[in-house]
């Protein structure tokens, strides 16, 4: 059965994630990658309900977005995270961190 994860607003979000463990390494602040990451998330993410599939979808398409610097929504800027150079085990670890950041930050918001 899929649950239904509930997202709070978007500064609450931006907080949870900025200050999740995993996210919140000195290599990736001092890279961007955590701003980025948590702020794009939750543009996508604040004040929605999703399932559990629909977070890892997303996660996989706001990292793909960041890696490429274009908004595949809206066509728009996003910082370009792929200029960088990370090689693709970090960014699957930077993926999983968001996933299991998003998951963590609904549920924690739905025992409150």
Known sequence: MN??????NEAAVIQYLRNYP????????????????AE???ERFANSNKVEAGVKLGTALLI??????IDGFTGK???DLGKLGLPPMVWTQISTATEEALINCAHSITKR
Do not use: R, S, W
């Not at 995993?22 to 990451?37: H, R, S």
């Open 3 to 8: 649950t239904t994860l509930h997202f709070p």
């Open 64 to 69: 793909y977005d960041l890696q490429k610097g």
């Open 77 to 79: 800027p996003l910082p």
């Open 40 to 42: 794009l998330a939750a």
């Open 22 to 37: 995993e996210l919140k390494t000195e290599y990736y602040e001092e890279k961007g990658i955590t701003k980025a990451v």
